[in-house]
């Protein structure tokens, strides 16, 4: 990644703002490795993932990866030793994995991000979700939107027999054909009423007042596995009248159809949309199973940013320019005297201009 | 008044079908002459006409937020849309032709099967999902010439009556995709304006009211 000048500047200053926000909240900055050895995050990838990451041998033979999700490479170092819990952490690095053939520089993404390990529940949730909430408002963006959904109760409506992976591709293109064929051919009871559950989309508010009668309506009690649905819906239910009552509301959508663009998560996901950008600016979730692929097991949920693609789009970071005076005085111990004194009310002065006397 | 919805539309064999099929539902869009966008007659939709085979790109990146095309265009692509509706105009099939009397791909006896083809990746899909070994050579147009020439024993192209293929001494060996003409989104752009995109979805299924 190469930035210069104006843009790097505004880098800075977005990521300043983003950094303050999560030490305010009181989360600590972590720094994970840029390169691992692939089979330690083998099995936790999916195929698409697994093609996309860059793996090279090292010297020995043994396969490397470079660093294509921020979350699983902390995974491993919280499953690892993450002493007391709840821990607050966050993390502002490159990740790199393919995205375009036709442009290389698309591959390394810049992501901020932040973890809660150790919280589970609708507290935990609503942590990671508001201070999300309050950074998007802080970065002042044009027009976004948070869309909330649920991994849990995706899961609990395809049951054991759909694999997940195809039924959230098919979420994605909101292919409603498809996967209806999908809980057809899998002999599940009610393929259309639980394809039109999942392709519920609509505002926080709409989705406390529909979603008790979701269970009669779509007659979920009768299916095989509605104690987990109904479970998953209570849940996001309560998610989303606090949701409600904390914040403004138009910026909060319950979208059945986000399930997380990662394979580990297991509770909420979230994603953010913001006007003038071609994907998600930021995504997280819950995923309380994957720092016990490592060692020790905890709950755990979070958040990462695209910062780059956030950038262009804050109002905060574009509304900061990189001005600079001259210091005054006809020799240097003069200007860098009067440097000083103008630097402590914060002022940015350079000592050798071409214009010396300011 | 909110932003317009962006529509990408096919400067192609489509277009014709398409813009008849839009007078139809009630959506009323006037090209000036050499002009390629136009707003419809309610302000609210802005349409784009672009090479076929760049549309996906300009819905990609989210330069319109809608676009229309055939499956062939979309898949071929390789970028993911969210799948609106599917129109009832421009149906077609990609099918394997050959000369006459050729033996089925399946029966082929060499241990490599050469196809000829513009659409790359839905024949290689296809042969891939069936184990059959395959070489592709990708071209541009006129496929129906490559048999004759000597480039490939066999063809995948589109077909709407098997006109050109009979024309140039060859058959139809098998349907491999129907491919029907969609309306797509740019992800990203539907979550922002899905009660919008929902209402010109119902226009273009149901007609305007």
Redesign the interface.
């Known amino acids: 990644m190469s930035l210069f000048f104006e843009e790097a500047h505004r880098h800075r200053h977005l990521l300043r703002l983003v950094e303050d926000h999560f030490i305010s909240w009181g989360y600590l900055p972590v720094l994970t490795p840029v390169i691992d050895y692939f089979e330690t995050y083998r099995l936790l990838l999916s195929h698409k993932q697994e093609e996309h990451s860059y793996r090279f041998p090292d010297r020995g033979g043994k396969l490397l990866m470079l660093r294509s999700d921020v979350t699983l490479f902390l995974a491993k170092q919280m499953g690892l030793s993450c002493g007391p819990l709840p821990r607050r952490v966050y993390y502002a690095d490159s990740v790199i994995r393919h995205q375009e053939?036709e442009d290389i520089a698309s591959d390394e993404l810049f992501q901020s991000g932040a973890e809660l390990v150790g919280l589970s529940g609708l507290d935990g949730d609503l942590e990671i979700l508001m201070m999300l909430y309050d950074l998007l408002g802080a970065m002042n963006l044009r027009?976004w939107?948070m869309?909330i959904g649920s991994r849990a109760l995706l899961d609990a409506v395809l049951g054991a027999s759909i694999k997940p992976a195809r039924a959230r591709e098919l979420l994605?293109?909101?292919?409603r054909e498809e996967l209806e064929k999908l809980f057809s051919d899998a002999g599940l009871n009610s393929p259309r009423q639980r394809t039109e559950l999942l392709m519920f989309?609509g505002e926080a508010e709409d989705f406390v007042e529909y979603a008790p009668g979701l269970v009669t309506r779509f007659g979920i009690s009768k299916n095989e596995g509605s104690d987990a649905v109904i479970k998953a819906l209570d849940h996001l239910i309560s998610l989303a009248t606090n949701l409600k009552e904390l914040t403004s509301n138009k910026n909060i959508r319950v979208?059945l159809s986000v399930t997380g663009d990662q394979s580990y998560y297991s509770g909420f996901t979230v994603?953010v949309?913001?006007?003038g950008?071609?994907?998600?600016i930021a995504s997280g979730g819950r995923y309380d199973n994957l720092l016990g692929s490592f060692g020790n097991s905890a709950a755990a949920a979070g958040f990462s940013m695209m910062m780059r693609k956030i950038e262009p789009l804050s109002r905060y970071a574009t509304g900061s320019k990189m001005s600079v005076s001259g210091a005054r005085g006809t020799t240097f111990a003069a200007r860098y005297r009067d440097a000083r004194e103008r630097r402590i009310n914060g002022e940015r002065i350079v000592l050798n201009t071409d214009k010396t006397s300011g | 008044m909110a932003d317009p919805l962006t529509i990408a539309i096919p400067n192609g064999r489509l277009l014709k079908p398409l813009m008849d099929y839009f007078s139809i539902k009630g959506i009323q869009i006037k090209f000036g002459s050499r002009k390629l966008s136009a707003v419809d007659s309610s302000g609210r939709l802005e349409f784009y006409k672009v090479k076929n085979s760049d549309l996906p790109t300009y819905v990609h990146h989210r330069i319109t937020g809608l676009g229309i095309a055939g499956d062939d265009t979309l898949i071929e692509s390789g970028h993911s849309f969210v799948r609106l509706s599917t129109l009832p105009i421009g149906k077609t099939s990609l099918c394997i032709a050959a000369p006459k009397d050729s033996p089925a791909v399946e029966e082929h006896g060499a241990s490599v099967v050469n196809v000829a083809t513009s659409y790359v990746r839905l024949t290689r899909e296809w042969f891939h999902r069936r184990g059959i070994p395959v070489k592709i050579i990708r071209l541009g147009g006129s496929v129906e010439l490559a048999p004759r020439l000597g480039l490939a024993e066999y063809i995948t192209d589109l077909v709407e009556t098997g006109g050109t293929l009979k024309a140039n001494g060859l058959e139809i060996l098998k349907k491999l995709a129907d491919l029907r003409v969609r309306l797509i989104a740019n992800p990203a752009y539907f979550k922002l304006h899905y009660r919008e995109i929902g209402e010109f979805t119902d226009i273009l299924t149901r007609g305007k009211r």
């Not at chain 1, 950008?277 to 998600?280: E, L, M, P």
């Open positions: 053939e027009d939107r869309h994605e293109i909101r292919d989309l979208d994603m949309f913001a006007e950008a071609n994907t998600a």
